[in-house]
């Protein structure tokens, strides 16, 4: 174990989590020795952690049997905090700072009922701008946005995905094949560069939120105007890189491993 795991142990709150853990993966309450069992303790080690969870509220104890199971608190404290209002307030800041340094909008997508839905928008500051309505929903198959999203899906749900999809089903087997080979590439390069399917002198510059361990949550994308004569120093590239650097601080900000 690396020095600085051994640093910042906490074997109490370690234990207590493993309890939860373990007791959200059982379907039937369980005795102090079946948990303890169930999580490599001693009966005696876990008593008092037992004792706290009940107190706390976050498991229950049948008066009968002596069981325990997890209460209905973790649920609570998970449905206070919607992690879509969570995914916009660590973004707002860089999202911004973002559309400032390019002098270009960019907004923030997730998947929503096999549509991509915009949860987030920047504006330019230049008195020139590309505006991106929060909450419009938009084709998978047809955004940058979209195929960044379905290209970091597991495979089962990509493929549940695109059957439900009437555009997709709608190719030929032709560019059918062709859109399944951007995906691989999407996936490959880690970011999208493509003039818009939905409109003209657009160019989307699309890269993932979260694609390390927790899974793609989400998709940045500058939607970049190319008649514009404003900061013409900026090429794609240049765009692409402002962008990576901005999902990695939103990625900072809610936390998300990149191991």
Known sequence: MKDKEVKYQAPALDKGLDILEYLSSQSIPLSQTEIATGIDKSPNEIYRMLMSLESRGYILRDEVSGKYRLSLKLFHLSHRHSPVDELRKASQYPLEELANTIMQSCHLSILYMNQVMVVLHAKSPGPIALSIEEGNLFPLPLTASGKVLLS???????????????????????????????LIEIKDKGAYIRTSDLAAGVIDISVPIGKGSTGIIACLTVSSLTALNINKDINNEDILAEAIKCAEKIEQRIGISKN
């Open 152 to 182: 970091y899906l597991p495979d089962i749900e990509q493929t549940i995905a695109l059957n439900g999809n009437t555009i997709f089903q709608a190719f030929s087997d032709k560019e059918k094949a062709k859109f399944m080979k951007s």
